[in-house]
């Protein structure tokens, strides 16, 4: 049932009308109440991993909108949200999912407190909030927005030659292009993280510098409310963030793996549309984080939740019980639970 709504994007009336098809009596709202349940029991493992989270020294963050239902039946007219964290780790990674009212910047300060460490986001302010947090941008949201201008002449070769957004595009694409052959030539290498900080140095530095002063002195020129105007703005205000990837060959230059993750739920709300309650949406992400992580783990999630489940039945008190074996990079995970 869990997997099947929650990997597969199966809806529980969908469910309900397969297992009648099959002479199974079982209503949405009893499969709805077991999913609660079952949550609450995941919550002591979602706890565990977001101690470990917190522990990273680079995070990646999106959030998405959720429509809920209010306490009277009718859908909420107020936008409530799916906030994402991750860590950009080779190993033990961790996708979080974590339900808010709101898109206030209080909702990742307190989620991320205790945090330490580089934060790489889209250019929303919410995230400035964030204690001791170093914001890292997202290259790929710069590019779109140049793009975004360009993309109606793309067929006018004199329109698009003329064009001073075609300019900052290349910029970024000669970015991607350096990322790229560095992952080509070097990824193989033990070493992979420290070559690409030093060929980001030699490199991706002068490309900043030119990019950022061709931005500075375009803006002052450029019509505010125009779309070339916007492009230019927003590049401006995250540009100086983004030399902080030099510091570290661990660093990505956009925020895509972020999105990626965050992807899973958006298909699903597609085809389920809304939560019936706030308890619905948080028990969802509960269950989107610890199947979205035993697969970043390379684990079988529906396997993982009957392990899990199975291990934890009979605890009454947590407080004493120990999880590590249980996370999904732990050597105790059975192999068959394990994707070959």
């Known amino acids: 049932m869990l997997s099947q709504k929650y990997e597969l994007a199966i809806p529980l009336y969908r469910q309900e009308k397969h297992l009648q098809s099959l002479g199974v009596c079982l209503s949405r709202q009893t499969m709805s109440n077991w999913t609660i349940a079952c949550s609450d029991k995941l919550d002591f493992i979602y706890d565990k991993l977001r101690e470990k989270l917190l522990l990273s020294n680079y995070i990646q963050a999106d959030e998405t909108t959720l429509k809920v239902v209010d306490t009277q039946g009718k859908e909420s007219r107020s936008k409530t949200y799916m906030w994402l964290y991750k860590n950009q780790s080779c190993d033990n990674q961790i996708i979080l999912f974590d339900y808010q009212k709101t898109r206030s910047s209080s909702c990742p300060k307190k989620f991320l407190e205790g945090f330490s460490g580089y934060l790489q986001t ?162 969802s992400a509960t269950i989107y984080s610890i199947i979205e992580t035993a697969k970043a783990n390379n684990l079988i999630a529906e396997r993982y939740l009957v392990y899990l489940f199975d291990k934890m039945t009979g605890i009454d008190d947590f407080s004493k019980f120990n999880f590590e074996p249980l996370m999904p990079w732990a050597d105790e995970i059975p192999d068959n639970i394990k994707k070959k």
């Open 122 to 283: 889209d250019g929303y302010n919410g995230y400035n909030k964030v204690d001791n947090a170093t914001r890292i941008y997202c290259l790929a949201h710069i590019i779109r927005k140049f793009f975004e201008v360009i993309q109606p002449i793309l067929n006018d070769k004199e329109a698009l030659e003329r064009s001073r957004a075609l300019i900052g595009f290349n910029y970024c694409e000669q970015i991607y292009e350096l990322e790229k052959d560095i992952k080509k030539n070097y990824n193989s290498n033990e070493d992979f993280y420290d070559k690409r900080y030093k060929i980001r140095l030699k490199k991706l530095k002068p490309i900043l510098d030119e990019f950022k002063c061709f931005v500075n002195e375009e803006v002052e020129n450029a019509l505010p409310k125009s779309s070339l105007g916007k492009a230019l703005e927003y590049a401006k205000e995250l540009l100086p963030n983004m030399y902080f990837i030099l510091e570290d060959g661990h660093l990505e230059i956009d925020n895509n793996a972020a999105e990626r993750a965050i992807k899973p739920f958006v298909i699903g709300r597609k085809n389920w549309l809304f939560c019936k309650n706030q308890k619905g949406a948080h028990a």
